[in-house]
Antibody
Framework: QVQLQESGPGLVKPSETLSLTCTVS????????WNWIRQPPGKGLEWIGY???????IYSPSLKSRVAISVDTSTNQFSLNLSSVTAADTAVYYC???????????WGQGTMVTVSS | DIQMTQSPSSLSASVGDRVTITCRTS??????LNWYQQKPGEVPKLLIY???KLQSGVPSRFSGSGSGTDFTLTISGLQPEDFATYYC??????????FGQGTKLDIK
């Protein structure tokens, strides 16, 4: 069974860079698209972007200027960097696998990131 | 971007009821429509993909239908564990993948 686990700071200062890592276990990171999705408190889900195991990426246009997602196949991890954060970036951040069904079939437990000084 | 509009935003129902949630998209997405269930404090869970295909382990009381721009999620015979928020999501066009705003289903 594939498992995903997010890790990273729970508090980030405004204007700084939010950095999270997702560790994939129980399966290979190869041949899938690995996604970051976030959910502000009390609100809906927002897709941030994905990385393929080759390193190719696609980002949401609304965040594209501030987002970078990378993958490290040697450690079965992929990472999110979101720069110049503001309070509007406060959210639970999930990593998720886009399966062969093109849906998000495995999710991490989520990590709450608060942007505050 | 493909906009997703779910209705209703909230819904009250009783155990045993049959409920239907609708998702309308701003562009034709063929059948590339997925449904997720999220309980408070929990991770979203994939229920249905490609409009009507049940994810492994999901009870058969959940079903999906539709095509083009109009889709529905139906729960036949609500169980206590089904009270949650439901999201639709299109996987037809990226970027970006988009979600509906959610439908909160609670107990009447």
């Amino acid at each position: 069974q594939v498992q995903l686990q997010e890790s990273g700071p729970g508090l980030v200062k405004p204007s700084e860079t939010l950095s999270l890592t997702c560790t994939v276990s129980g399966g290979s990171i190869s041949n899938y698209y690995w996604n970051w999705i976030r959910q502000p408190p009390g609100k809906g889900l927002e897709w941030i972007g994905y990385v393929y195991n080759s390193g190719s990426t696609i980002y949401s246009p609304s965040l594209k200027s501030r987002v970078a997602i990378s993958v490290d196949t040697s450690t079965n991890q992929f990472s999110l960097n979101l720069s110049s954060v503001t309070a509007a970036d406060t959210a639970v951040y999930y990593c998720a696998r886009r399966g062969r069904t093109n849906a998000f079939d495995f999710w991490g437990q989520g990590t709450m990131v608060t942007v505050s000084s | 971007d493909i906009q997703m509009t779910q209705s209703p935003s909230s819904l009250s129902a009783s155990v045993g009821d049959r409920v239907t949630i609708t998702c309308r998209t701003s562009h034709i997405i063929s059948r590339y429509l997925n449904w997720y269930q999220q309980k408070p404090g929990e991770v979203p869970k994939l229920l249905i993909y490609d409009t009507s295909k049940l994810q492994s382990g999901v009870p058969s009381r959940f079903s999906g239908s539709g095509s083009g721009t109009d889709f529905t999620l139906t729960i036949s015979g609500l169980q206590p564990e089904d009270f949650a928020t439901y999201y639709c999501q299109q996987s037809y066009s990226v970027p970006p993948y988009t979600f509906g705003q959610g439908t909160k289903l609670d107990i009447k």
